[in-house]
């Protein structure tokens, strides 16, 4: 009797095992498998956003060291773990500057998810450093030395058309890949739209 009773626990402690692996297998090869469709289906998912997706995704990397605006050596994994938002630019003028109060808005606006998105600003060639770290405190500023910079600035060149003259948002998921890019008359609660999508549906970041 005491046997029969010890094989019916393990058997149910077996097949709760087995849900439990099941589970998981589920909770963490669906994403990759609708990623994997998408793509070989060339399926965009339709609204209202207008964001320009990079296809394919653009792996982004950090070969030599890069100094951040408070003299510190960037980490390798500078674009895993967090969403990041990026403008590109030389010197900040005008045009630099409404983006990145823009780019301020729409983390601020995302409310209980801005621990998951970092803003990252790669500039070139800026002399006004030390005023948008003022402004913007929680900004990273990647701004030397000029061939790295240059280097990193280049890998969000999409098609023929140059980052840093561009004045476009771009958007850099988790795992460290550019997938996402906004046109200078992007209205910004489309953008504001497309994150808080993906950032609901995305268990990474």
Not at 14 to 39: C, D, E, H, K, N
Not at 81 to 98: G, R
Not at 162 to 169: F, L, P
Request: proline share 5%.
């Amino acid at each position: 009797m005491q046997n029969e009773v010890e094989n019916t626990e393990y058997l149910g402690r077996q097949r709760r095992g087995r849900l439990v692996f099941l589970s998981m297998l589920i909770f963490f090869m669906t994403p990759i498998v609708a990623v994997i469709a998408m793509y070989k289906l060339d399926w965009k998912p339709k609204g209202e956003s207008i964001g320009e997706l990079v296809t394919p995704a653009k792996l982004l990397t950090m070969n030599n060291p890069i100094i951040t605006s408070e003299g510190s050596v960037a980490p390798a994994s500078l674009w895993k773990e967090k969403w990041s938002m990026v403008y590109v630019t030389a010197s900040c003028e005008d045009a630099c500057k409404n983006k990145l109060h823009t780019m301020r808005q729409l983390h601020v606006s995302l409310y209980k998810e801005i621990p998951r998105m970092q803003r990252v600003l790669i500039s070139t060639s800026n002399n006004n450093v030390a005023e948008l770290k003022q402004i913007y405190p929680d900004m990273l500023v990647l701004d030397q030395p000029t061939v790295e910079i240059n280097a990193l600035g280049n890998q969000f060149n999409i098609e023929n058309e140059q980052s840093i003259t561009a004045n476009r948002i771009y958007l850099v998921d988790p795992l460290g890949h550019l997938m996402m890019s906004y046109a200078p008359t992007t209205d910004p609660a489309l953008i504001r739209k497309d994150i808080t999508r993906l950032m609901k549906y995305s268990w990474a970041g």
